[in-house]
């Protein structure tokens, strides 16, 4: 989380358009999660670009 600066509210970054289930994501998965999560990503939404690829970004979105 981010510091507003407007007293103790925090702000939190959602990554609106990732593509989480892409092959050069599927060995380092944890670690990019890790990393987006320590530089204030609090949420990320992953998205498909064909059926299949939106059948793994549901897969994902349920494993999570």
């Known amino acids: ?3 507003s ?5 925090a702000l939190m ?3 609106t ?7 050069e994501l599927s060995g ?3 670690a990019v999660m ?7 990503v609090g949420k990320i939404i992953t998205i498909g670009i064909s059926i299949d690829s939106s059948l ?3 897969a994902l979105a349920q494993s999570q």
Not at 34 to 40: I, L, P, Q, S
């Open 34 to 40: 890790r990393r987006a999560a320590e530089n204030g």
């Open 56 to 58: 793994r970004a549901i």
């Open 17 to 23: 358009h990732a593509h989480l289930d892409f092959p």
């Open 1 to 3: 989380m981010l510091k």
């Open 13 to 15: 970054i959602v990554d």
């Open 5 to 9: 600066g407007k007293g103790d509210k």
């Open 28 to 30: 380092d998965l944890q």
